[in-house]
């Protein structure tokens, strides 16, 4: 087992005979070829052969009593007549009803007819053999992904080999890989794919590039799947040679016009464009004195006449702070920036809006944006690629933190306005809205470079769809589709998975003063000194007497004034600050007394040793299950636990090490900077070695490494 078949692997259950009622035909009604309908009744023939190893043929009407029928709301009408559920179906929606020998699949849409039959297949493979009869409609209608490829083939924060869309220069000719994608996708529900890096090349946008974004469209659309891309601002100037890129010049409005008619000439259903703009060097309207409302609607003008939707990023801001600018905040940047903005925005536009108002932080409040458009689509933008998070080389599952983002209550208005219910309709009203997830696929067996890192996006496809899905139950399911039914390697990954966001938050960066990693750009391992005076604004702003970014309204930076009122009380006090924020959001000594009665310092020497510890126990956790898992993913996931384990203590050493110099307050259980049982590598007799400073020095002990 390579990994390619994710959780769609249709394994053998063990008990077969246990579901009487497997019907003896699929029907897929009024399926043209490469429509979805077309494509769930193969998934349902070849999940079912997998599954109880029955063929079952599979027509396109019929009437027999025993038969799994899928198909769209329109086309089970006019076959079998009226059905009660017709009314309850939302856009996407399906209804589920599984009896005695009949089972059906009715889908509002054709995509929808697909996702019940992914679902019936789920159940199926997972032995769940209840007769059962629902409707499941999406919480929000944009459930995307963002893959941040580039032309020439690589993958910015991909860590999973290169694009699987792209190389050297052009979208690829096989578009195989890509379908196989769209496959995975459509099960866990997500219906657009922008396939290339918001940091965009607009030679994506040559005639070549637009007649392969035409293959991939056609690659994804048998599975409901929509194409979308990332614009480069600047295009009409730098690609189309206008002088200008300017948002409310005439000329630059029918360049954008005709580009996107050239796009939808080739892919009807487009989805529409994702931009990022003003960020981080990227140009965008603000060049002009144009308002971000005003660059957004350009793109929304144009996709208006064919349906298309603008996914406009909020994450815009300078960074080029500078020490002496002491009250200059990145985590104010959005809501400066879009707050003024409610309201001008064209109904086409979404803001999408990163989780945390830093950047994929191993723990964030939820942006205080989400609070702020009341009269603008919204979507939350999640990152399932393991930027900060370790690399995917680290197991850290992420749906308890997203649950905890999408959880969350901001109390606009004193009423309740959780995360969840502002990026769908339920809050505001908007018309549109949802989630995003930066996924970063490659081309590597496993999708993303790790067995184990699969369970996030499965994750994320169930919450885009249902946020009140809880984490516990997500990863437990998707631990019966990949490694199947002992029940020791149910509970076990259950226990490695709940305990993995933990551990890395407490030996990477606790208390929220954030990920303590390399910033300068590969955003990997420990650099604590990297996080103060760089110009990407990521400060924790220690010292040797204090340590945390003062966010209060009365001495900080005032970022806890950007959520209402009973929020922002609540982050402006240190007494009802949680812990696990306090740094976020105060400055505090290092002798500051948690809730817990420690100290700040040593909470952190604490929380280091126990995060790296439980690292450890993932290996022997994992070694408990051999022979009950196939050796090649046996293997490939023992050889990444041993490097998390490893990888933990320079994590732990490195931070502790790091403040016990800067605060030179010792740690009472004696532990830091104290490692008796060590052989040092550079005492040893080097034959063929030579020893050498490290930088930053605390990342080896003794600030020696050997090469
Ligand atoms: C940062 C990444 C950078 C992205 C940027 C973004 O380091 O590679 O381009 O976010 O989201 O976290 O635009």
């Keep these: 087992e390579d990994g390619s078949h994710a959780w769609l692997r249709y394994a053998p259950v063990p008990n077969p005979n246990g579901y009487r009622s497997l019907p003896s035909t699929i029907v897929a009604l009024n399926s043209s070829k490469s429509s979805p309908v077309y494509t769930a009744g193969q998934e349902l023939q070849k999940g079912i052969k997998g599954i109880f190893g029955k063929s079952l043929s599979i027509n396109d009407t019929g009437k027999g009593p ?29 209804f589920l009803s599984i009896e005695e020998r009949r089972v059906r699949i009715i889908g509002q849409n054709q995509r929808a007819a697909l996702y019940g039959a992914f679902e019936y297949l789920s159940r199926l493979a997972q032995a769940n053999f209840s007769l059962v009869s629902y409707v499941s409609n999406p919480h929000a209608p944009i459930r995307w992904v963002n893959e941040w490829d580039n032309l020439d083939g690589s993958i910015e924060r991909g860590y999973a080999g290169p694009s699987i869309f792209f190389r050297d220069g052009y979208v690829m000719e096989n578009v195989t890989r890509a379908a196989e994608y769209a496959r995975l996708l459509a099960s866990i529900r997500v219906n657009g794919i922008v396939i290339n890096n918001v940091n965009a090349n607009a030679a994506l946008l040559n005639e070549r590039n637009i007649a392969g974004l035409g293959r991939l469209a056609d690659a994804f659309r048998p599975y409901g799947v929509q194409l979308g891309i990332s614009l480069n ?127 994929f932080q191993v723990r964030e409040p939820p942006s205080p944006l989400f609070s702020a458009l009341r009269k603008t689509n919204t979507a939350i933008e999640l990152q399932v690629t393991q930027e900060y998070l370790g690399h ?56 993303l470079g790790s067995h184990l890192a699969m369970s996030n996006l499965y994750a994320y496809g169930i919450l885009a769809w249902n946020p009140a899905a809880q984490a516990e139950d997500i990863i437990r399911d998707w631990i019966r589709l990949t490694f199947g039914f002992n029940r020791q390697v149910l509970d076990t990954v259950t226990e490695m998975s709940m305990k993995s966001w933990p551990a890395y938050e407490n030996y990477s960066g606790n208390l929220g003063v954030q990920t303590l990693t390399d910033i300068l750009y590969t955003h990997y391992g420990p650099n604590p000194a990297s996080q103060d005076n760089n110009g990407w604004g990521q400060w924790t702003r220690a010292d040797s007497v204090s340590i945390g970014m003062d966010r209060t309204v009365k001495n900080g930076t005032g970022n806890a004034g950007q959520y209402p009122p009973e929020i922002a009380m609540m982050f402006e006090n240190i007494e009802t600050t949680p812990d ?29 040793y126990e995060g790296a510890a439980t690292a450890q126990t993932f290996v022997t956790m994992w070694e408990s299950l051999k022979g009950k898992i196939d050796e090649q993913r046996y293997d490939e996931v023992l050889f990444e636990q041993v490097y998390q384990a490893g990888h933990a203590l320079v994590w732990r050493d490195s931070i502790n090490q790091f403040y016990y110099n800067m605060s030179g307050i010792p740690d009472q259980a004696k532990r830091v900077g104290n490692h008796p049982y060590r052989i040092e590598a550079e005492r040893m007799s080097l034959n063929g070695y030579e020893a050498y400073a490290v930088n930053p020095f605390h990342t080896a002990s003794g600030y020696t490494a050997i090469v």
Excluded: C
């Excluded at 089970?76 to 179906?89: P, R, S, V």
């Excluded at 009423?415 to 219910?421: A, E, I, M, N």
């Design 66 to 94: 025993s038969s799994v029928v899928v198909g769209t709301a329109e086309a089970y009408k006019k076959n079998y007549g009226e059905f009660d559920e017709a009314d309850a179906l939302d856009e996407d929606g399906f």
């Design 233 to 359: 601002f600047a295009s009409p100037q730098d690609f189309g040679g206008l002088p200008t890129f300017d948002p409310l010049d005439p000329t630059v409005d029918v360049w954008w016009a005709n580009v996107t008619n050239k796009i939808y000439s080739r892919v009807s259903d487009f989805a529409g464009f994702l931009v990022k703009a003003n960020s981080e060097g990227q140009p965008g309207p603000l060049t002009y004195n144009r308002t971000l409302a005003d660059g957004a609607n350009m793109f929304a003008r144009a996709l208006k006449p064919h349906g298309g939707i603008v996914m406009f990023r909020a994450f815009v801001y300078d960074h080029h702070l500078t020490p002496s600018n002491w009250k200059n905040d990145r985590a104010n940047a959005a809501v400066e920036f879009f707050k003024d903005l409610d309201g001008k925005f064209d109904d086409n536009v979404v803001v999408q809006i990163k989780y945390g108002p830093i950047d």
């Design 392 to 447: 995917q080389d680290h197991l850290v599952y992420l749906a308890p933190m997203w649950k905890e983002i999408l959880e969350f209550d901001l109390r606009v208005d004193n009423r309740p306005s959780k995360v969840k219910d502002i990026i769908s309709s339920a809050r505001f009203n908007r018309p549109l809205g949802g989630s995003a997830a930066v996924v970063n696929v490659g081309t590597n067996t496993t999708w």
């Design 580 to 608: 696990n924020l306090l740094l976020w959001f105060h400055h505090v000594p290092y002798t500051q007394r948690l809730k817990s009665g420690k100290t700040v310092i040593q909470h952190f020497y604490d929380a280091h």
